[in-house]
């Protein structure tokens, strides 16, 4: 870790471990020793942090900051996966296996990462070969989930998994309405693998019928929205 850090912001981060799906199930004193070989990286909005096809094997947890999941096909065509804020975590698989990394991620703002490496990874399992059951159980949770999107995403007409994708993006503010993080129609269009300019369209009609608004690109959702355009 940095040794300009405080006291305090390295306790911070260390606590964060203990919230962590990946870590769920881990002893305390597992934990501190995970942490201790961990290193703190700080990355400009903007900038690749993992490239589809390389073969970096680190973990990384966010601590401060958004990214982008994304994967571009033969044709230069990109699909964005997901976007990741604070307390998530990318590039678990290569923990485990040497393959290339299946996509990109890159920063949407600055961003703080710590990153552990598959080396220093291997050496906290030897000593403590039993954080392999909570660490499978996590990978598994995770593997079904995204099982369960790519399901309704390939069932749902454009408008249904534009539907899915709002709700599981938006977050409960304060005076109960969901709002989502910064989203561009074209994010949305490669989310859901649909044109930018029919994405417009049924935002429009939703805003039209009050059932969305929309501020600085964040979407607040105003009401149950319609099961169907």
């Known amino acids: 870790m940095s040794p300009k850090q405080s006291p305090i912001a390295l306790k911070n981060h260390r606590n964060k471990l203990d919230s962590i799906e990946l870590f769920s199930g881990i002893g305390s004193g597992v934990l501190d020793d995970i942490f201790a070989l961990m290193k703190e990286v700080s990355f400009k909005k903007n900038t690749q942090?993992?490239?589809?096809?390389?073969?970096s094997r680190s973990l990384f947890i966010i601590i401060k900051g958004r990214l982008k999941v994304f994967a571009n096909d033969e044709d230069g065509s990109q699909t964005i996966f997901t976007f990741l804020g604070e307390g998530?975590?990318?590039?678990?698989?290569s923990l485990l296996d040497s393959a290339p990394r299946s996509a990109s991620v890159t920063t949407v703002d600055d961003?703080?990462?710590?990153?552990?490496?598959?080396?220093?990874?291997?050496?906290?399992?030897?000593?403590?070969p039993e954080i392999c059951h909570p660490l499978f159980a996590a990978l598994t949770a995770r593997i079904r989930q995204m099982d369960d999107t790519i399901c309704n995403l390939t069932s749902r007409d454009i408008y249904g998994r534009l539907v899915q994708v709002l709700y599981k993006e938006a977050q409960q503010r304060a005076d109960g309405k969901l709002m989502t993080q910064r989203l561009t129609h074209q994010d949305?269009?490669?989310?859901?693998?649909?044109?930018?300019?029919?994405?417009?369209?049924?935002?429009?009609?939703?805003?039209?019928?009050?059932?969305?608004?929309?501020?600085?690109?964040?979407?607040?959702?105003?009401?149950?929205?319609?099961?169907?355009w």
């Not at 998530?88 to 698989?93: K, M, Q, R, S, V």
């Not at 269009?189 to 805003?207: N, P, W, Y």
């Open 49 to 55: 942090v993992i490239t589809q096809g390389d073969n």
């Open 88 to 93: 998530d975590f990318f590039g678990e698989l």
């Open 111 to 128: 961003t703080t990462l710590l990153t552990l490496t598959h080396q220093n990874f291997n050496a906290v399992l030897e000593k403590n």
């Open 188 to 228: 949305l269009a490669e989310m859901i693998g649909s044109s930018r300019e029919m994405v417009s369209r049924i935002l429009k009609d939703l805003r039209t019928g009050d059932y969305i608004s929309i501020d600085q690109k964040q979407i607040t959702i105003n009401k149950l929205l319609p099961n169907q």
